[in-house]
């Protein structure tokens, strides 16, 4: 990958700021299929466009790399998060400009760096119904690039998304607005709790990506999902086991508890990824107490 493109000069800033992230970005660049390096071509260019250098990106991503490793290591040792409340995290991270900024575009270049990451992100895209048409709500948008990519595929008549940090929702609507998807009558998005949001109708499909661990009452958000989504509608769910980061607060130490959960909330599961800790199985990661991702394609039952 030529050092000329944004994609090569990111990375190059990233070992040279974190040197000990080197093996794992060698490992990246030789696994990185083409087409999602164009992606992130053109995501990193969307980013300059917004008057963020490379170096800027580059201390964003190793930002969560840093970040994640330190309450690894604290999971590690006490097996729990730092962290059990909103109000322990609310005003350090999701109200803090500066921080949540350098949180979401990190993590977006995580969706193409990491390899749990990136099998979820193809999870979402390839198993996407194409033209699917109707209403589109997504609770948690964060920096807005799934969000983007339902928009492309979807083909929805009215498009909404709700998430606490207005940090969040700027990255949101600068993407969209990028890729000529202006905020209007047909898009449309709210800054509050999920829980206290009211929908003025049901929607076609739905969408809650890396939320879950976030809130203190899972199961309440959940079924909030399945009331805001009609009958026979299609719901993108994703969370994580076992996974510390520096505002994950619920933890889920077993899948099932994540898919029991799902379906007392009214759910049927149609289709599900599990990405363990590499080399590792799911089991052997819920007895040592790694990291898994989960990922869900669920249905609200006629």
Same mark, same amino acid.
């Given at each position: 990958?030529? @050092?000329?493109?944004?994609?090569?000069?990111?990375?190059?800033?990233?070992?040279?700021?974190?040197?000990?992230?080197?093996?794992?970005?060698?490992?990246?660049?030789?696994?990185? *299929?083409?087409?999602?390096?164009?992606?992130?071509?053109?995501?990193? %260019?969307?980013?300059?466009?917004?008057?963020?250098?490379?170096?800027?990106?580059?201390?964003?991503? /190793?930002?969560?790399?840093?970040?994640?490793?330190? $309450?690894?290591?604290?999971?590690?040792?006490? !097996?729990?998060?730092?962290?059990?409340?909103?109000? $322990?995290?609310? $005003?350090?991270?999701?109200?803090?400009p500066t921080y949540m900024s350098k949180y979401m575009y990190g993590l977006a270049i995580t969706s193409f760096?990491? *390899?749990?990451?990136?099998?979820?992100?193809? &999870?979402?895209?390839?198993?996407?119904?194409?033209?699917?048409?109707?209403?589109?709500?997504?609770?948690?948008?964060?920096?807005?690039?799934?969000?983007?990519?339902?928009?492309?595929?979807?083909?929805?008549? +009215?498009?909404?998304?709700?998430?606490?940090?207005? +940090?969040?929702?700027?990255?949101?609507?600068?993407?969209?607005?990028?890729?000529?998807?202006? *905020?209007?009558?047909?898009?449309?998005?709210?800054?509050?709790? &999920?829980?206290?949001? $009211?929908?003025?109708?049901?929607?076609?499909? +739905?969408?809650?990506?890396?939320?879950?661990?976030?809130? @203190?009452?899972?199961? %309440?958000?959940?079924?909030?999902?399945?009331?805001?989504?009609? *009958?026979?509608?299609?719901?993108?769910? +994703?969370t994580c086991v076992n996974a510390p980061a520096i505002d994950h607060i619920f933890l889920f130490d077993r899948?099932?508890?994540?898919?029991?959960?799902i379906e007392a909330s009214g759910y049927v599961i149609e289709q599900r990824l599990h990405v363990p800790y590499?080399?590792?199985?799911?089991?052997?990661?819920? !007895? !040592?107490?790694?990291?898994? /991702?989960?990922?869900?394609?669920?249905?609200?039952?006629?």
């Amino acid at each position: 990958m030529s @050092e000329k493109t944004l994609v090569g000069q990111l990375l190059h800033c990233i070992v040279e700021q974190n040197p000990a992230h080197k093996n794992h970005i060698d490992k990246s660049r030789a696994k990185l *299929p083409e087409g999602d390096a164009a992606d992130l071509e053109s995501y990193l %260019a969307f980013c300059t466009a917004q008057g963020h250098g490379i170096e800027y990106l580059a201390e964003c991503y /190793n930002t969560i790399v840093r970040d994640t490793q330190e $309450e690894q290591f604290y999971f590690l040792k006490h !097996r729990r998060y730092r962290c059990s409340t909103y109000a $322990e995290v609310g $005003e350090r991270v999701y109200h803090n400009p500066t921080y949540m900024s350098k949180y979401m575009y990190g993590l977006a270049i995580t969706s193409f760096l990491w *390899p749990n990451h990136n099998a979820m992100h193809h &999870f979402f895209v390839d198993n996407f119904p194409e033209q699917q048409g109707g209403s589109y709500l997504e609770v948690g948008p964060g920096h807005g690039y799934y969000f983007l990519q339902a928009a492309q595929i979807g083909g929805f008549d +009215t498009m909404t998304g709700v998430d606490i940090s207005a +940090t969040s929702l700027a990255q949101t609507q600068a993407i969209l607005g990028h890729h000529g998807y202006p *905020p209007g009558e047909r898009l449309k998005l709210h800054e509050l709790d &999920f829980l206290e949001f $009211e929908p003025v109708e049901r929607y076609t499909m +739905t969408v809650m990506g890396e939320v879950l661990e976030h809130v @203190e009452q899972p199961a %309440a958000f959940l079924t909030k999902l399945r009331e805001c989504t009609v *009958p026979g509608g299609l719901s993108y769910l +994703t969370t994580c086991v076992n996974a510390p980061a520096i505002d994950h607060i619920f933890l889920f130490d077993r899948v099932a508890v994540v898919e029991e959960m799902i379906e007392a909330s009214g759910y049927v599961i149609e289709q599900r990824l599990h990405v363990p800790y590499p080399t590792k199985s799911v089991e052997e990661c819920e !007895r !040592r107490g790694l990291s898994i /991702n989960v990922a869900y394609y669920a249905r609200v039952p006629v």
